[in-house]
């Protein structure tokens, strides 16, 4: 590999991990909704219950990668704060449905008005991008994610095979 292209794919990879960490770092932060403060992972939860209501918290926990306790918690703060409710499942009382409660829907709109108007400033922010540019960096992604991806799945199964090996 040519030096050039070996100091572009490692200047690369340096603002890979720059996004990375402005999107931790983002992620933890509160964000101000309408009247309400959330954070991030929090918005996700309702901007997924607004989509499907009556989804269950195991269908979140599937959806969002967590643990069902994890997203419980996250469910049990949101009731706390009137914004979502939990109903018995007719069918099946064992299971409960979720709903945003009226609150819960306000805060909805607000969060996907904050959303447009990120994606807003964004988009203006690439607006200079031909369509083409736009094109290549999204085949640069995807090859990124593939490697991603591998490195993952690479990880997962050295877990697998050292829990396999303790005693």
Partial sequence: ????????????????????????????????????????????IIRLIASYPGITVTDLANILKKTTSACSQSVRKLCDKGLVEQRRNPTNKRLYNLFLTEEGEALSKAHEKFNQTCQKITFNLLSHFTEEELEHHIA?????????????????????????EEP
């Fill in 140 to 164: 640069v992604q995807k090859k990124l994610n593939e490697a991603y991806q591998g490195d993952i799945q690479r990880s997962r199964e050295n877990f697998l095979n050292m829990r396999k």
């Fill in 1 to 44: 590999m040519d030096k050039r292209r070996q100091r572009l794919l490692k200047l690369l990879w340096a603002e890979q991990d720059k996004a990375y960490a402005l999107m931790e770092e983002y992620d933890s932060l509160p964000h101000h909704y309408g009247n309400y403060i959330l954070f991030q992972a929090e918005g996700y």
